[in-house]
């Protein structure tokens, strides 16, 4: 027999929580426009972002501004 539940892959997450402008890194690049970095964010994580990526054990990021015309719209960000 096939379980046709299983066979459907991992049921899916909630979406992350949206973060704020100026909330962590991620929310500084975001209001400000301009990369941001640190080796020490895990020290106080202040979105559901950081805390996962302290919860794996990262303790560095870097954050990226991507513009849409002469706004910050959205972000990459790379944890270590």
Known sequence: LVDSVSDRGP???APPAPIAPGEGLIGQALASGVPAASD???AAPANAAERAAAAAGLRATVVFPIHSGDRATQV???YF
């Open 40 to 42: 020490a964010f895990a």
């Open 11 to 13: 049921a899916p997450s």
């Open 76 to 78: 990459a960000a790379w």
